[in-house]
Structure formats: structure tokens, C-alpha cells
């Protein structure tokens, strides 16, 4: 009987075994189908001539066409061969359409995105394009149209694994689609916004208001004296608000201030270049994600070869390099947004207060359809200042006052955006002026271009830069009454306001984010920069060698060392270094002392393999929240990044910040080196708790892992193990080898912001350039270029930036040949 028994317990165990193989087996099988063959010839409609697409053994396409049309359907077809996913997710999400493939839990940012209409915005601006180049945007969107076809033809897996999953249908690429793309990233790499509201719930929330300038301070140099109190612009504000903080949901393209953007990029002239040639290096930094959003490409133009990094979605290469001219991009931090309190009238809430009384809103309804949900319908709002947004949004309710709403002006919702226009027109440019030639019109995202040509280098912020009146209330820096004409804006200024640099004296250029104008407002570019930091750094490293060449750029492109960490240190320790009498092993008091001799002997070496950085990085975390949180009360979890400019403020007493030391609400007069100690002392119970009291065996890397997730597949059990990249990491929030920190618990020290593109160009011998991405070039999880270039980016590591056809096709991995149909 017991034989009998295992015999069916034997056969059920082999049956499910069988069945669960043939299971994983047709899910793999479903799956593969929409790998791309590389190695095909293709027939399709669109084109003048056929296209050859060589891909090299890091899969890079080389694209050859007989014109440049045709060239840029080439690169749109090997976009969706690879990025399918990766387009549709952007363009739902700029659609304002997300939840009709993801259902509820993107509601909110699909209101968001309806109350910019950013999308509709993008199909304005389709119309005020020139002929040239809406025939390149065709003839791009006409390429992933015909891997489209493609797929649905030969049952090719719906292009994607995903997309079955999240089964939605999949309409025609336009050309409004890719200059969507644009508005898309100008989002992403928006923070002024975010800023302005901080500032006036911090202004609102401190007892002492002249204590901002501590805890939200201007970059060094000279800046405005001081700012209206926000709380007298709107009386009757709560002093604090509760907040719902920016959503953790990977996909928001709304991002904390301290996560809207960053990059580095820097040039040297001949001069100072050993090979007698310009040099130029870029990484720009955005959130990590998997894949990357770039994607390396080379297309062989009429003008000539071109080839660095693009965005799928968009026909130009972004970031990247010509036999003749090389140019990178890094965010500028313009004050390109302005938030409005528009008044309500009180006998018709369908009206606004405007300088000469009430005018009605202009209105529209806009349904958002949820999948398994009913649709909802919202009531879109416009304002002369631009659109209304929800209080839900960027937390504008916690300072609009009752019987008022927000609204918001922004380069990036002008129909007459040519930004994506210069992007294209770049890559045929021959040198410096031919190249500045091409970039007007640029609006938005504001960005720094640095560029060298043969000879020559140069840098120039790009974009529209807002018309400010002088009167200006807030001089762009806090939400004001939206009625009264000085704060509202007056167009743009000329372009020739934009700063612009070329061929300096000493011979080097660069941008890390960093002030780059002390001017008066309103041409002041801005007054929040996005790095005070890495530039000091960056400034030490260029001045130690007389001539650079590519190897230099590269070492500073990852250069581990922070700044921060050498000079805040030896303030905040200045009288705890080797005091006090030994104390006993296991001790509180003994861990404190392990651990200041730990750092007393430290260069600031952000290294992975080092227990130091880690140390540092949590008494860092701890001591600012000491510092804030009886000031700011709840608001201080939401300051989820370490300001260094604060800490450097309070520990030098710079216009009594010493203040911030003392906690309020307690009996005794706390010094800077009480809350110095005691913050250690919270870094080590945390460490302890995380990662045990072996100090000398931390890692940095355990705590800064790289997190390239996979944004919907990313959070789902198992799965996770396959579509997610992670890796140890070294560099920081304030290295030049950026990898800013998550900030939030219970893993506050991820690695989620920094350098998804390195490429660094040498017109000395330019097929010695160099590149590389943080993941692959496929957005496939099972392709085996999913994450090939991961550990050469981990490791410092590049390929060749060739525009040697032979080199190309001498290692191919396919050749796809795309004939026009008959």
C-alpha cells in the first residue's frame, strides 16, 4: 500500500516537474521571439534607397544610407529593434496615458502629465518646424513604423516581452512622438519648480526665516540680500504643511531638485592638450534604469560620420562626436519655471484675478482611461501664466492659501520649440561657429553645450531664458501673486543673453552643474546651480598637469575622490580627533573612537572596497537631521540629501548658522561638537544595525550598489533577479565619478543617479576615442546585450568610438540590409 502511495506521490512530483519546464519553456519561447535578428535583409516602405545596419561587437549600429532620410530611418528602425519597450513607456507616459496599461497606480501621473500637455504642446510645435526638418522626423518615425510591420507580419512576439504582460495596443510612431521626447526630458531634468516650492514650505516651516539662507543657500558668490517672507506675501499659511513627498514610482518623471539633472563635460584646447589636438569629455547623469536610456549609434550622414550617444525616441545624436567637431551636453540649471498663485473669485470659482480684475479660465475636460477601472474625466485649467496644477502635484497645496490655485510658466510649453531641430542640424555642423549656427532655437531643456572642433573649443548655455521684470517679487525663486503684472513674464531675452565661452586663455573649459555667471537679475541665469562640489575637484585636476590627453580626461571623468568628505570632515571632527581617554573594547564610546581613526587617516577616496566612505557618508545623513529637526519638525525628512554649503555654514558660524547647533526644545545649550558626537554615535547604531560593528571590514560598495531596475518588472518577485542590474559602485553624491545617493530608507545610500554615458574624444586621433553606456544596448532582459557594457562601465572601462567602416564590419555581429519595397 505505502509502495502504491509513493508511486502516485512520484508520478504527481515528475508530472508538475514536467509541467512546470514545459511552462518556463513556452514562456521562453514566447519571450525570444521578439529578439531582434541582426543578420536579414528586409523590405520595406519609406525609403529612397536601401540602408545597411552594421552592428559591431558592442552591438552599435553603423547605419549607411545614400541619404540623410534615410540614415535616420535606419536609426529609428534599430531603436525599435532594441528600445521598443523603452519608446512606448516614454510616450505613454508623456500621453498622459500610462494607466491604460498599468492601470491605477499611475493615475496620478497621468493628471499631471494631461495638466502640462506636454503632448499636445509637441504636436503645436510639429507645425512650426521647417521642411528639412520634418522630413528627417518622418522619415525617423517611418523607421520604427517599419520595424512595427515587421513584427506584426512575422509574429515577431509583439516586439517586446513586456507587451505581453501589459497587452495595450500599439498605435503608428508620428513625428510629434519624437519632439515629444524632448518635453519628456525636459521634465525629467526640471527642478526649479520642486525648488520653489521647498523654499516657501522651509520659509514657512522655520521659526527664524533668516535661518534659510542656512538650510537652502546660493552658491557661493555674489547673490541677492534677501528674499520677501513668504509668509507675508500669503498670511494665514499654516507654518508646516504635510507634504506627500515626490513619488518613489519609477515611472514619474518628476524628480526630487537634488535628482532633476547633472553631467560633467569639459574640453582642452590644443594648447594643452600633449597630442596637439582639442579634447572633449562628457558624461551626463540621469536616473539609472534598465536599460539605459542611451543608446550608442553611429550614422553616416552627408556631411560625414557622426556617432555617440542618442535617446531612443529622438533622431540625432545627443552626446557624441564627427571626424570634425565634438560636443557634450550637461544641465544648466536655468531658472526656466515660475510658479503663480492665481486667485479665485470668490463669486465664480471659473475665474481668475488678473491685473485688471477677473478673466475666465480657459478650460477643456480630458479623460483618463484606467485599465480593470472605470474612466475619469478632469477639468483641465489654463491661466495667461500656463497651466493650473493640482495642489496634489510637486506639493502645491501646502502654500496656496484657501480661495486660490497654482499655475506655472515654463520654456517648456512653447509651441515654438526648435530644440529638437538643432539637435539634428549639430550633427552636420564642421566646426564651432557652424555649430552655434545651428543651436538657436534651442528652448528647452536648458542645457550647457561644450564643444570642440579641431581647433578650437567653446561653451555656451543653451535655451530660452525668461523675460523677467526687475520688480520682480521673488526674482523667480518663490511662488508669487500671479496677478500682479512684475511677476509675470515678458517673453524671453535675446539669445545673445546666454552666456557663451570660446577659446579661453587658459585653454580649458568645463561644467559640472556649477555657477558659470555671477550676473544681476534678471539675466543671472539662475540662483539654485546644481553642484557647488565636484567643480573644485574638477578645477584641481585640470590645473595639476600642463597638457592633458585622453587618459587624463578619462581619469577624471572617474576621479573617486569628494571634496565634500576633505573639507567638511576636518570642520565637524575639528575637536574630536584623538581626544579623550581610551575607552573600553565594545563600548559605545570605543566604536567611536575605531571609527575616528578610521577617518583621521582617510584621503576621501570614495572607493568601494573601503569602509570609510560609508562611515563618513551615514554621520553625514545623521547630523544634518540632527541639525534641522527641531527647526523644521516632519519637513526635515523630506531634506533626503545632505546639503554641504549647510554643514560648512554651521561649523564655520558663517552669519551666525552656529544657531541650527542649539536644539530649541531642550533644557541645555547644545555646541556644534555635541551634535557632531551624537550624530556619530546615530551613524553607528545605524551601521551596526545594517551592517554589523566590524568597521574595518565595511564595504562602500555593499551600501552604494548601482541600481539599474527595470521600471515596471523591477519590484515583481523573481523576475527582479533577471531584469535588474545591480552593482557594487564606488564615487558618491559630490565625486566627479557621480553616483548620487537615494536618500530615503531603508537603503538610503543606493546608487540611482549618475553617468549612464561616458564618451570621451580625442581630435588628435579621434578613432581613439572612446564610450560606453551602463547596461547594453538591448532593452531585451534575455539578449545577451542587456547588460554586456554593465561591468566594463563598473569598471572604468570603454569601447572604441570608431568611424572606421572596415573596424566595424570586421567584427560584425549581423548586417541588416533594408531594401525599399517595390
Request: aromatic residues 8%.
Amino acid at each position: 500500500m505505502l509502495g502504491k502511495v509513493f508511486q502516485w506521490l512520484f508520478r504527481i512530483a515528475t508530472g508538475l516537474v514536467v509541467l512546470a519546464v514545459i511552462a518556463v519553456s513556452l514562456v521562453y519561447w514566447f519571450a525570444a521571439r521578439s529578439l531582434p535578428d541582426y543578420d536579414k535583409t528586409l523590405s520595406v516602405e519609406g525609403l529612397s534607397a536601401p540602408v545597411e545596419i552594421v552592428r559591431d561587437s558592442a552591438n552599435v549600429p553603423h547605419i549607411f544610407g545614400e541619404t540623410d532620410e534615410d540614415v535616420l530611418f535606419g536609426l529609428g528602425y534599430a531603436h525599435a529593434q532594441d528600445r521598443m519597450w523603452q519608446m512606448l513607456t516614454m510616450r505613454w507616459t508623456v500621453q498622459g496615458r500610462l494607466s491604460e496599461v498599468f492601470g491605477t497606480r499611475t493615475v496620478d501621473i497621468d493628471k499631471l502629465l494631461r495638466r502640462l500637455d506636454l503632448y499636445n504642446v509637441a504636436r503645436r510645435s510639429l507645425e512650426v518646424q521647417d521642411d528639412a526638418t520634418r522630413a528627417k522626423l518622418d522619415a525617423y518615425a517611418a523607421g520604427v513604423n517599419a520595424r512595427l510591420d515587421e513584427v506584426n507580419n512575422e509574429a515577431l512576439g509583439r516586439g517586446a516581452p513586456e507587451l505581453f504582460l501589459f497587452n495595450a495596443p500599439i498605435a503608428p510612431w508620428t513625428a510629434a512622438d519624437s519632439l515629444a521626447m524632448g518635453k519628456i526630458m525636459a521634465l525629467q531634468l526640471s527642478g526649479h519648480m520642486a525648488n520653489e516650492v521647498m523654499r516657501a514650505r522651509t520659509s514657512l516651516a522655520l521659526p527664524d526665516p533668516e535661518r534659510l539662507r542656512d538650510i537652502m543657500p546660493d552658491a557661493p558668490g555674489a547673490g541677492i540680500a534677501a528674499l520677501p517672507e513668504y509668509a507675508a506675501m500669503f498670511p494665514g499659511l499654516p507654518r508646516y504643511a504635510e507634504g506627500a513627498g515626490f513619488s518613489e514610482d519609477p515611472l514619474s518623471p518628476v524628480n526630487p531638485v537634488a535628482l532633476a539633472g547633472a553631467s560633467n563635460g569639459y574640453a582642452a584646447a590644443p594648447s594643452r592638450s600633449a597630442a596637439g589636438g582639442t579634447l572633449l569629455a562628457n558624461d551626463p547623469h540621469l536616473g539609472f534604469t534598465a536599460p539605459a536610456i542611451w543608446y550608442l549609434a553611429r550614422l553616416e550622414l552627408q556631411s560625414g560620420g557622426v556617432i555617440g550617444g542618442t535617446i531612443p525616441g529622438i533622431p540625432s545624436v545627443l552626446t557624441g562626436r564627427s571626424e570634425r567637431l565634438g560636443w557634450g551636453l550637461t544641465s544648466s540649471y536655468m531658472d526656466d519655471q515660475d510658479v503663480h498663485i492665481e486667485q479665485l473669485n470668490p463669486e465664480n470659482s471659473e475665474e481668475y484675478r488678473g491685473p485688471e480684475g477677473f478673466v475666465p479660465f480657459e478650460t477643456r475636460r480630458s479623460i483618463i482611461r484606467i485599465k480593470n477601472a472605470d474612466p475619469i474625466t478632469i477639468t483641465l485649467r489654463e491661466t495667461v501664466n500656463g497651466p493650473v496644477l493640482s495642489g496634489s502635484d510637486y506639493n502645491l497645496s501646502t502654500v496656496t492659501p484657501p480661495g486660490h490655485v497654482a499655475s506655472v510658466s515654463w520654456t517648456a510649453l512653447e509651441d515654438e520649440d526648435y530644440t529638437i531641430a538643432a539637435g539634428i542640424r549639430l550633427m552636420s555642423a564642421g566646426d564651432i561657429d557652424e555649430a552655434l549656427t545651428a543651436l538657436e532655437g534651442f528652448t528647452a531643456p536648458s542645457q550647457v553645450i561644450t564643444l570642440a572642433d579641431q581647433r578650437r573649443i567653446a561653451m555656451k548655455v543653451l535655451g530660452k531664458m525668461p523675460a523677467r521684470d526687475p520688480a520682480h517679487r521673488s526674482e523667480g525663486r518663490l511662488p508669487t501673486q500671479g496677478w500682479l503684472p512684475e511677476n509675470r513674464w515678458n517673453g524671453y531675452l535675446p539669445d545673445s543673453s546666454n552666456p557663451v565661452f570660446i577659446d579661453p586663455e587658459g585653454g580649458i573649459l568645463g561644467n559640472t552643474n556649477n555657477k558659470i555667471v555671477d550676473r544681476a537679475f534678471p539675466e543671472h541665469v539662475s540662483f539654485l546651480w546644481g553642484d557647488t562640489q565636484r567643480i573644485h575637484r574638477w578645477r584641481r585636476l585640470m590645473q595639476n598637469r600642463q597638457v592633458h590627453t585622453r587618459d587624463s580626461f578619462i581619469e577624471a571623468q572617474l576621479d573617486t575622490v569628494s571634496f565634500t568628505a576633505r573639507s567638511l570632515l576636518p570642520l565637524i571632527g575639528a575637536d574630536l580627533w584623538f581626544t579623550g581617554e581610551a575607552a573600553p573594547e565594545g563600548t559605545p564610546e570605543r566604536l567611536r573612537q575605531r571609527a575616528l581613526e578610521l577617518l583621521a587617516d582617510w584621503n576621501g577616496e570614495m572607493n568601494e572596497h573601503l569602509p570609510e566612505p560609508l562611515i563618513y557618508s551615514a554621520w553625514l545623513r545623521a547630523l544634518q537631521m540632527r541639525l534641522i529637526q527641531d527647526d523644521l519638525g516632519p519637513l526635515a525628512e523630506e531634506f533626503i540629501h545632505v546639503q554641504p554649503l549647510f554643514i560648512e555654514r554651521v561649523y564655520r558660524d558663517i552669519d551666525g548658522a552656529s544657531a541650527w547647533c542649539d536644539v530649541r526644545q531642550s533644557g541645555p545649550t547644545e555646541t556644534c561638537v555635541d551634535i557632531a558626537r551624537m550624530a556619530l554615535d546615530d551613524a553607528l547604531i545605524w551601521i551596526d544595525e545594517t551592517y554589523g560593528d566590524a568597521l574595518e571590514s565595511l564595504r562602500w560598495g555593499d551600501a552604494h550598489q548601482a541600481t539599474h531596475d527595470h521600471q515596471i518588472l523591477g519590484d515583481v518577485p523573481v523576475l527582479r533577479h533577471f531584469v535588474n542590474i545591480r552593482q557594487s559602485t564606488s564615487g558618491g553624491t559630490n565625486t566627479l565619478l557621480r553616483g548620487a545617493t537615494k536618500g530615503t530608507l531603508p537603503d538610503p545610500f543606493l546608487n540611482v543617479h549618475g553617468a549612464g554615458y561616458r564618451g570621451v574624444y580625442d581630435f588628435a586621433d579621434p578613432n581613439s576615442s572612446v564610450f560606453v553606456t551602463s547596461t547594453g544596448q538591448s532593452g531585451h532582459p534575455l539578449s545577451q546585450h542587456y547588460d554586456d557594457l554593465a561591468q566594463l562601465w563598473r569598471r572604468g572601462e570603454y569601447v572604441p568610438m570608431s568611424l572606421d567602416a572596415d573596424l566595424a564590419r570586421a567584427a560584425n555581429e549581423g548586417i541588416t540590409v533594408l531594401q525599399p519595397r517595390q
